[in-house]
């Protein structure tokens, strides 16, 4: 299974974020095993929805991430559409829940 693409300033993330109509963000950091359980299982749900563009990032190599964000704990998931965010996760996720919101999102906004 391919990694997602990681930036590596909060420029690039606003660039992704202005850019795609249907943006996701995996906020995650080095040291935290939910983070490192969570990902692969996230990136199988996410495989079935090809609109949806996504961008891992590393809280530890872009620290300004939290405060943008509101972020308190990782792993995030957070979806946006046309830049502003419709979906957030955070550390425990339940897969079936984050499967059937995204689904719900995608065809609402494929409308």
């Known amino acids: 299974m391919q990694a997602f693409k990681e930036p590596t300033n909060m420029e690039e993330i606003d660039h992704f974020l202005e850019e795609q ?5 995996y906020i995650y950091r080095d040291n935290c095993s ?3 359980a969570l990902m692969p299982q996230v990136k199988r749900v996410l495989e079935d929805y090809p609109e949806i ?3 891992q990032v590393n809280a530890d190599t872009i620290p300004e ?5 509101s972020i308190f704990t990782v792993p995030v998931l ?3 559409a046309d830049g502003k965010e419709v979906l957030r996760k ?11 919101q995204l689904g719900k999102i995608t065809e609402a906004y494929s409308v």
């Not at 109509?21 to 963000?25: D, E, G, K, M, S």
């Not at 991430?65 to 964000?69: D, E, L």
């Not at 955070?90 to 059937?100: D, I, K, S, T």
Request: glycine share 4%; charged share 15%.
């Open 53 to 55: 563009q996504v961008r």
């Open 21 to 25: 109509p249907l943006a996701f963000l």
């Open 90 to 100: 955070a550390r425990f996720v339940q897969m079936a829940e984050l499967e059937n």
């Open 65 to 69: 991430i939290a405060g943008r964000f």
């Open 34 to 36: 939910v983070c490192h």
């Open 78 to 80: 957070l979806l946006f």
